[in-house]
T-cell receptor, first 113, second 114 residues
Framework: EADIYQTPRYLVIGTGKKITLECSQTMGHDKMYWYQQDPGMELHLIHYSYGVNSTEKGDLSSESTVSRIRTEHFPLTLESARPSHTSQYLC????????????FGSGTQLSVL | KNQVEQSPQSLIILEGKNCTLQCNYTVSPFSNLRWYKQDTGRGPVSLTIMTFSENTKSNGRYTATLDADTKQSSLHITASQLSDSASYICVVSDRGSTLGRLYFGRGTQLTVWP
């Protein structure tokens, strides 16, 4: 089983609040990712990192930001949440290599009122 | 445009029956194709990964096939169980790119009834 953890599992907040979604992995993986998923839709990559101090934006434009100060930790922050940010956010990690398997966390279901 | 299309969108079968899920893709150049299982409210879990040279791979009751010429893959589930109820997602990676270039299908929602 994957050793990658996300907190909180569920979050309901009001518009304008700043939030941070936590993601940690204990597998020592260099690569980490954030995906956004709406019901019945495909996953969309919003951020990725190939190692400490490395972060890149993904395919889907997002108002969120990420940081990678430690290998095991890859938090995602929304400075001012809006109802359009309501979605499921999935964190993942993988080893180096061309066919490496993605390990996903259980996700954070975010609802912005 | 690189795309991954899955069919059917949803499927209901009785426990113990077999089923086959389909995945067609237009991703090029091709690197590998993956099948993931996603339980409701959870993150996806990898079932199989196949490269260009592999045309079948099994993981317990799950068997994936790949035809790189026709750009089609299937996931066959044998002797289904209630715990197989989940969304099954097909993911294709393009060759020569970073892992970030993964193309996800929308998944097939499988429901197994007792």
């Amino acid at each position: 089983e994957a050793d990658i953890y996300q907190t909180p599992r569920y979050l309901v907040i009001g518009t304008g609040k700043k939030i941070t979604l936590e993601c940690s992995q204990t597998m020592g993986h260099d690569k980490m990712y954030w995906y956004q998923q709406d019901p019945g839709m495909e996953l969309h990559l919003i951020h990725y990192s190939y190692g400490v101090n490395s972060t890149e934006k993904g395919d889907l434009s997002s108002e969120s930001t990420v940081s990678r100060i430690r290998t095991e930790h890859f938090p995602l922050t929304l400075e001012s949440a809006r109802p359009s940010h309501t979605s499921q956010y999935l964190c993942a990690s993988s080893e180096n290599g061309s066919n490496e398997k993605l390990f996903f966390g259980s996700g954070t279901q975010l609802s912005v009122l | 445009k690189n795309q991954v299309e899955q069919s059917p969108q949803s499927l209901i079968i009785l426990e113990g029956k077999n089923c086959t899920l389909q995945c067609n893709y237009t991703v090029s150049p091709f690197s590998n194709l993956r099948w993931y299982k996603q339980d409701t409210g959870r993150g996806p879990v990898s079932l199989t990964i196949m490269t260009f040279s592999e045309n079948t791979k099994s993981n317990g009751r799950y068997t994936a096939t790949l035809d790189a010429d026709t750009k089609q893959s299937s996931l066959h589930i044998t002797a289904s169980q209630l715990s197989d109820s989940a969304s099954y997602i097909c993911v294709v990676s393009d060759r020569g790119s970073t892992l970030g270039r993964l193309y996800f299908g929308r998944g097939t929602q499988l429901t197994v009834w007792p």
